[in-house]
């Protein structure tokens, strides 16, 4: 559902807010390089000052990261309460991570639901996203080979993320992900290899 918080006012003692100001949003990353490099670009791209991208200190499964995510999230909403300003807190606060063989990944889904927390997954990797802003559907496959197909269009991505080369297919990127999105949805298997919504956080920064 989404907050209310871009219309009201500030409490007293601060400035009113901007127009319509965009939602304020935590995106935390389990990699270290691809994730947090495209989605700050993109966030730039879209000339968003009001998202934050973080590395979660401590990697290694999604509950994990949800969990840093719920902290830094109650942190935020303290700040605001002794600030006396609702605009420190976030609007939206996501987890960016891939299905792979991680245990405990319901878990993590069930407490991201628990605390207002939103997540943007891939299955098997982030990679299918990227893949997806130059072709179609690549069918079910290991991470390993949608790396490898990523390549084959941006040699270096995994050290560097231009998104440069990436915004002119971001339009059909977003069509192609909803599409694996519904047919996944519409054969009762949603999350299935390969789909990911990590659309739906660029449209989130993009569009709020």
Not at 3 to 18: K, M, V
Not at 109 to 120: C, R, T, V, W, Y
Not at 189 to 206: A, D, H, M, W
Request: include cysteine.
């Amino acid at each position: 559902m989404t907050s209310n918080r871009r219309y009201r006012q500030r409490r007293p003692g601060r400035s009113a807010p901007s127009l319509n100001p965009k939602l304020r949003l935590l995106v935390f990353c389990e990699g270290e390089n691809t994730e947090p490099q495209y989605i700050d670009a993109f966030r730039k791209w879209c000339r968003n000052s009001r998202v934050d991208v973080e590395i979660a200190k401590e990697r290694g499964v999604p509950l994990t990261l949800v969990r840093a995510a719920k902290e830094r999230k109650v942190q935020a909403e303290k700040e605001a309460s002794k600030a006396e300003d609702d605009n420190i807190a976030y609007d939206e606060v996501w987890c960016v991570f891939d299905v792979d063989e991680h245990p405990n990944l319901s878990d993590a889904q069930q407490m991201a639901s628990a605390n207002g927390i939103k997540l943007a997954i891939s299955n098997p990797c982030f990679e299918l996203w990227l893949l997806l802003h130059f072709r179609e559907n690549p069918g079910m496959q290991h991470r390993h080979d949608v790396q490898k197909m990523v390549v084959g269009f941006v040699s270096d991505y995994d050290k560097h993320v231009d998104f440069e080369l990436f915004k002119v297919g971001y339009p059909a990127a977003v069509m192609r992900a909803k599409r694996l999105d519904e047919h996944a949805s519409a054969d009762g298997e949603s999350g299935r290899n390969p789909t990911t919504n990590v659309y739906q956080l660029t449209e989130s920064i993009r569009l709020k």
